[in-house]
C-alpha cells in the first residue's frame, strides 16, 4: 500500500491546484484523475469542459503566482454583452479593482488544465490519471487516515483527503454521507443542485467574429439562470452553448410564448443543439446553418461537449475528519459564471497548502475569507433572478443601460434610475445581509457528525 501525506480525488483546477500548493510545502502528496479523452488533447486528462473565460480580476483571486502562458489563451476581451429580448446592456469593465490589464480572455481549457497538471508534477507532485477512486475508507479511531482503492486495485493511504471530483461529487457524496443526515445529503443531490452545460465548438463568418467580446442571451429560453453564449476562441472559431436546469418540465413554464427560442409545437424542453441552431438563425438572419460549421476535431464528441455546472451554494468540509471539498465539488463554481475556474483553484490552492501544514482545521474561515466576496454575490444574484421572465431583463439591462454605471449599483445611481431600481438596490443589499457572515453555506462544518475538540 502506498503512504502519502495528501490525496487529491481529481486533476482539475482544484485538485491540479491542491497537488502543486502540497507538494510545495513538501508535502507527499497523490493527484487521481480518471482521466477523459479529447480531440483537441493528446492524452488523457481531467473533464476540461467549460465556457472558459476569465475576468480581469479574477486572475488575483485565482493567486496563481505567475502569468498564465500565452498559448493556453485564445482572445483578449474588451466587453461584455448582456442581450434581452428588447434590450443590450454592454460592460466594458468589471468595476472591480484588478491587477490584470483587460476586461479578461477566454482560454483553451485543456490546455489549462494541462498547464495545471504540469505546474503541480513540476512541484513534486504525482499525477495518476487512467484510473479513477472506486472506494474511500476513513478511519477515525486515532488521528484520521483514508485508505482510498483506485480501481485498478491499487490502495493509497493518507492523512489528508481533498475531494475535487466535480459538481456530480461522484466520490464526495459517498464520503460525505457518513457524516450527514438524510436531509442534508439531499440538498447535494446533483440532479437538483446541477445545471447542464452544452457548447459547439462552430466557424463563423468573419464579418461576424467578434474576437473581443463574450455575449450572453437572457430571456431568450425558460429555466433560472438559463441562457444561451457565445465566447471566442481562435479565429473565426467560437465556443456557442447554453446553461439549463436539469430535468425541466415545459409544461411547468408560464408564458411560454415570450421566450423567443421556444416553438409553439415543442412537448418538451428542446434539445442543446436544437436551442443553438435557432438561436443562430435569429441572431444572424440572412446566413444559414451551413455558413455556422461544426468543427468537429474540437471538444469531446464530434466538437460538441455536454458537461454539468454547480448551481447551488457551496459547503462547507469536515476538517474534523482531515477531509477538505474543493471547487466544483463544494458547489464554489456556479452557473452565473460558466464554472468558475478562479474559485476552484483558490480553494483547491488553500485545501493543499493547509493540509501539508496539517493545519486544515482552519480551511471553512480561510476559504470564505479568499472567495466569499464572490460567493455571496453569486448567490444573491441567483436568488434575485429567480422566476425572472423575459420582461424582467429587458427591465434590469435597460435600467443598468440608464444609470450608465459598471454594473454595480449605488445608492444614487438606484434613486436616479427610479422605483425600479431603488428597489432593485433594497432586495440586493437585503439578500446580501441575509448571506452575512457565511451564511451563504448551504452545509455548515456544525452538521457534520464527526467533530474535533480545538
Request: proline share 6%; with cysteine.
Amino acid at each position: 500500500m502506498q503512504q502519502v501525506d495528501v490525496a487529491i480525488v481529481g486533476g482539475g483546477p482544484a485538485g491540479s491546484s491542491a497537488g502543486h500548493a502540497a507538494a510545495s510545502e513538501g508535502a507527499d502528496a497523490v493527484v487521481i484523475e480518471k482521466g477523459v479523452p479529447r480531440a483537441d488533447r493528446e492524452d488523457l486528462g481531467p473533464d476540461s469542459t467549460d465556457a472558459a473565460g476569465i475576468l480581469d480580476y479574477w486572475v488575483d483571486i485565482m493567486n496563481l503566482g505567475e502569468p498564465i502562458p500565452e498559448h493556453v489563451k485564445h482572445q483578449e476581451l474588451d466587453a461584455a454583452e448582456f442581450i434581452g429580448p428588447s434590450e443590450t446592456l454592454e460592460l466594458t469593465s468589471t468595476g472591480i479593482p484588478s491587477s490584470y490589464p483587460n476586461f479578461g480572455f477566454t482560454l483553451h481549457r485543456a490546455r489549462f488544465d494541462d498547464w495545471l497538471r504540469e505546474r503541480a508534477e513540476d512541484a513534486g507532485a504525482e499525477y495518476r490519471v487512467g484510473t479513477g477512486v472506486a472506494e474511500v475508507e476513513t478511519d477515525l479511531t486515532g488521528p484520521p487516515t483514508h485508505t482510498l482503492t483506485l480501481r485498478d486495485g491499487t490502495e493509497i493511504e493518507a492523512d489528508y483527503l481533498v475531494l475535487a471530483d466535480g459538481p456530480q461529487r461522484t466520490i464526495t457524496g459517498t464520503v460525505l454521507e457518513d457524516w450527514l443526515d438524510d436531509a442534508a445529503m439531499s440538498r447535494l443531490d446533483s440532479r437538483k443542485t446541477n445545471h447542464i452545460a452544452y457548447q459547439e465548438y462552430r466557424r463563423i463568418p468573419e464579418e461576424l467574429f467578434e474576437d473581443d467580446r463574450i455575449k450572453f442571451w437572457w430571456g431568450y429560453m425558460p429555466g433560472h439562470t438559463a441562457y444561451p453564449w457565445v465566447f471566442p476562441n481562435d479565429d473565426p472559431v467560437a465556443r456557442v452553448g447554453l446553461t439549463m436546469p436539469i430535468g425541466m418540465d415545459l409544461d411547468d413554464v408560464e408564458n411560454r410564448e415570450e421566450y423567443c427560442l421556444l416553438r409553439p409545437e415543442d412537448d418538451r424542453v428542446p434539445q442543446g443543439g436544437t436551442y443553438i441552431q435557432r438561436l443562430l438563425q435569429r441572431e444572424y438572419p440572412g446566413y444559414d446553418l451551413d455558413d455556422f460549421p461544426l468543427v468537429e476535431n474540437r471538444g469531446k464528441s464530434g466538437g460538441t461537449e455536454t458537461y454539468p455546472i454547480s448551481s447551488t451554494r457551496p459547503i462547507e468540509s469536515p476538517t474534523a475528519a482531515n477531509v477538505a471539498v474543493a471547487g466544483g465539488a463544494m458547489g464554489a463554481t456556479s452557473e452565473f459564471h460558466e464554472g468558475g475556474d478562479h474559485v476552484a483553484i483558490r480553494t483547491g490552492q488553500l485545501a493543499g497548502r493547509l493540509a501539508a501544514r496539517g493545519t486544515l482545521d482552519s480551511y471553512n474561515d480561510l476559504w470564505h475569507d479568499a472567495i466569499g466576496d464572490e460567493i455571496r454575490r453569486n448567490c444573491v444574484f441567483a436568488d434575485m433572478v429567480r422566476g425572472y421572465e423575459p420582461d424582467d431583463w429587458d427591465t434590469m439591462f435597460g435600467l443598468v443601460s440608464n444609470v450608465k454605471g459598471d454594473g454595480a449599483f449605488s445608492a444614487h445611481e438606484a434613486v436616479y434610475a427610479g422605483w425600479t431600481g431603488a428597489k432593485l438596490f433594497a432586495e440586493y443589499k437585503w439578500k446580501k445581509f441575509g448571506f452575512r457572515d457565511g451564511r451563504y453555506a448551504q452545509i455548515r462544518e456544525s452538521e457534520y457528525s464527526v467533530q474535533r475538540s480545538r
